[in-house]
């Protein structure tokens, strides 16, 4: 077995709350079993320009657990598999000289912290003989095989504090609001901040919406006396028959940037209800800030459960929460995939019961 003695940690792809933690635990952890930890900056950048790499030692973690963003710096535009240089054709394959680089730190494993492109990215170096053990993040909380990841829990809060705070502006004004909320293709952070904060009306990338549903749901919610009315749109959510709303089209390097469909929602209500709507895009407000006690644990945990994997020589496995455990799963049966809310799961079953309308 791999005696493992030095290891390289980096965090990949759009930042969450509690990747400060996981390092953290990374670094302490491996530091109280006798391996040296180095940091690698922004990404797998990191493994391209060995100036962008740095011992890291406990003193250098003490204070970041309660920190959002990342000390490492992180991106979701360096996959060295099809690294974006410009020119005509886009992309180059600098992934040989990140095993090069690999090899001449002399490190003997990586731990890679990512969402889904970071972690198929450290699939197909895992397939080239690194060894790698991946950690999962994302506030969207779409990553296969994991019940949660860190991130989401702290977004799921901000939004569900944002939707009380516009509760009570548009009681003032007897105005429908809309909320855009972040989630990709998920509807995880809008459904579980929608509940959190009393919204009437959903829409997640799960149940396509019908504008006269929506309509529907408000005027019976006026029929009750209710004067205003709070409407989730999850950046995700699209009609029926229609598609997603973009900002910015996928190109090389790129993924597609979701976005507008709040506004959307709030003209096409504004129009047919003939009362005032104003939205609110929460954005990058979603990632900022300290996370949660809940997703400090749990990033504690993961970069604990590293830590103790590749100890154990087991790699290519990222932890994954299977409550009450921290589990190892292959990362082949992670990547490729989403996470999806289930039409059948309990929440929302239980928020169609207690009448929030989901557009369908
Ligand atoms: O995956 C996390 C996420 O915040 C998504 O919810 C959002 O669509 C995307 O990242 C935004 O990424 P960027 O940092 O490129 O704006």
């Known amino acids: 077995m791999l005696s493992v003695r030095k290891i390289g940690v980096l965090t990949g792809g759009g930042d969450a709350p509690g990747l400060n933690a996981v390092i953290r635990a990374v670094v302490k952890a491996a530091f109280n079993a006798g391996i040296e930890v180095i940091g690698l900056e922004d990404s797998f950048d990191g493994l391209l320009d060995p100036s962008r790499t740095r011992q890291l030692q406990p003193s250098d973690v003490t204070g970041i657990l309660r920190l959002g963003g990342t000390i490492l710096g992180t991106t979701n535009r360096g996959n060295p598999f099809e690294y974006p240089v410009g020119g005509p054709d886009g992309n180059t394959d600098y992934s040989e000289r990140c095993i090069e680089t690999f090899s001449k730190m002399k490190l003997d494993a990586l731990v890679v912290i990512g969402g889904d492109g ?100 408000i005027r019976e919610r006026e029929s009750f006396g209710a004067r205003f009315s709070i409407v989730v749109v999850a950046e995700g959510a699209k009609p029926h028959g229609g598609d997603v709303t973009v900002i910015e089209s996928a190109r090389a390097g790129h993924v597609e940037r979701l976005g507008g469909i709040g506004a959307v929602v709030a003209k096409a209500l504004q129009d047919r209800m003939v009362k005032e709507t104003r939205h609110v895009v929460l954005g990058h407000l979603q990632r900022g800030g300290a996370p949660t006690a809940f997703d400090r644990v749990l990033a504690t945990r993961f970069g604990g459960k590293a830590v103790e994997l590749l100890t154990r020589g087991v790699f290519g496995r990222m932890v994954a929460n299977n409550p009450p455990d921290i589990v190892p799963i292959p990362l082949a049966d992670v990547v490729g995939k989403t996470k999806t809310v289930p039409l059948d799961y309990d929440l929302l079953r239980t928020a169609r019961a207690i009448g929030v309308g989901f557009g369908d």
Not at 138 to 151: A, E, K, L
Not at 156 to 177: G, N, P, Q, Y
Not at 187 to 210: F, N, Q, R, S, T
């Open 118 to 217: 970071t972690l198929q990215i450290a699939h197909q170096f895992h397939l080239k003989g690194m060894p790698i053990v991946g950690v999962p993040k994302t506030i969207d909380n779409d990553i296969w095989g994991t019940t949660s990841c860190f991130g989401f829990d702290t977004a799921v809060a901000f939004a569900a504090d944002a939707i009380d705070r516009l509760h009570t502006t548009a009681e003032a004004h007897r105005r429908i609001m809309v909320v855009e909320v972040m989630g990709r293709y998920a509807g995880w952070i809008a459904l579980h901040a929608g509940v959190a904060g009393g919204a009437d009306v959903i829409l997640i990338p799960e149940i396509a919406y019908d504008l006269d549903r929506v309509v529907a749901r």
